[in-house]
Structure formats: C-alpha cells, structure tokens
C-alpha cells in the first residue's frame, strides 16, 4: 500500500521561503508522479505542480511559476515543494498526491496528510 | 485552463436520499475527471476516476457518469459519513483544474 508522509507545520514571514517534503513509500517502480495541491482556509483546493519521480519533469500553475521549485530525492522516495516570495495568501494546507500514471492514470490515487503553511508577520 | 464549475454550492439532502452533484468543464475532458470527497480536518479521497470507475473501497451506493464537458456524481441512498464537500478534478490537460466544491449537508 501506497503511503505519502508529508513535514510539519510551518510559519514564515512574509517574503521568506518554506520546503515541504512529501516521503513516499510502497511504489515498486518510479513510474509515478507526485502533484501538489493547496487549500487556503475555508477555500477549495488549488493545484500548485507536479513533478515525475522517473525523469524529474515539471510543471507548475501560473500564479505560483517563478516562485516555486520541486525536486525529488530518488534514494529516499521523497519529494519537495519550495515556494518563496511568500505571501499572506500562501498561507494553506499544502497537500502532495500521487499518481501511477503508467499503470492507471493522472488522477491523484493517495494523498499525504497535508502541511499547514502559515504566513504571517 | 480549462474551468471546471460545479453546481450546486450547497446540497441539502436527508439522509437515505440520492443526491446528484454535477461538474461542468469549458471544454472537451472527455473522460478524464476525477471526484474526490473531503471530510473536516481530512486529507481528499478518491472516489470516482475516469468519470465511472468506483475507487477501491468505495460502496456501490456512489457512481459517476458523464463524458466531453458535463459530469455526474450520484450518491444513492446517503449514510451519515457521506456527508461532506466533494471536488471535481480533470486530468486532461496541464495545469490539472478541480471544481469549487459542493457540500453535501444533512437536511
């Protein structure tokens, strides 16, 4: 079974940067890609990225593009999303979702328990 | 981007009821639309992907239906642990898009 752990809370100042970690465990292959969506508080869920755990490729929503940057780490199965220039509207729960998409599809099959990101001074 | 807008806001049904959530997307998904159900203080679960298919685990009591551009997520007779606010999702096209939102309340 498929598990997706993700770092604690944070809270940063405005126009500091934060890196979530997502560690994944129970793939057998790195056919897979992990996404990251956020939801500010009382909001809906936005997409923020993704990035592939086989070739690194990324791709990143307009409104975060310049500001963010995920990386994986193949020799721990763990991924991470940077975001900076932070701003008072970046404070949400950040979560990462994984998908198979050799084996299934690019729908988000797991999800990691979410990161609280808080931006205030 | 494609937009994907999904009706009602808010749904309020009693319990033992159907309810019907739909989601809509500006342009051709065909099938590739995922739901997902949010309770309070949880992380998102599938429930339905490639418009029809039941994730594991799910009870047959929620189906989904549709293709192109207008989406359904039917939940017959609903259990108190249905109640919740339920997300669309397409996959067809980078940036990945989901709906507002609907929230299913006990009526």
């Known amino acids: 079974q498929v598990q997706l752990v993700q770092s604690g809370p944070e809270v940063k100042n405005p126009g500091a940067s934060v890196k979530v970690s997502c560690k994944a465990s129970?793939?057998?292959?790195?056919?897979?890609?992990i996404s990251w969506v956020r939801q500010a508080p009382g909001q809906g869920l936005e997409w923020v990225g993704w990035?592939?755990?086989?070739?690194?490729?990324?791709n990143s929503a307009q409104k975060v593009q310049g500001r963010v940057t995920m990386t994986t780490d193949t020799s721990t199965n763990t991924a991470y999303m940077e975001l900076g220039s932070l701003r008072s509207d970046d404070t949400a729960v950040y979560y990462c979702?994984?998908?198979?998409?050799?084996?299934?599809?690019?729908?988000?099959?797991?999800w990691g328990q979410g990161t609280l990101v808080t931006v205030s001074s | 981007e494609i937009v994907m807008t999904q009706s009602p806001a808010t749904l309020s049904v009693s319990p033992g009821e159907r309810a019907t959530l739909s989601c809509r997307a500006s342009?051709?998904?065909?099938?590739?639309l995922a739901w997902y159900q949010e309770r309070p203080g949880q992380a998102p679960r599938l429930v339905i992907y490639d418009a029809s298919t039941r994730a594991t685990g799910l009870p047959a009591r929620f189906s989904g239906s549709g293709s192109g551009t207008e989406f359904t997520l039917t939940i017959s007779s609903l259990q108190s642990e249905d109640f919740a606010v339920y997300y669309c999702h397409q996959y067809n096209n980078w940036p990945h898009t989901f709906g507002q939102g609907t929230k299913l309340e006990i009526k």
């Open positions: 342009q051709n998904i065909y099938n590739n």
């Open positions: 129970g793939y057998t292959s790195n056919t897979y890609g």
């Open positions: 990035i592939s755990a086989y070739n690194r490729n990324t």
């Open positions: 979702a994984s998908f198979d998409y050799a084996s299934s599809g690019y729908y988000y099959t797991y």
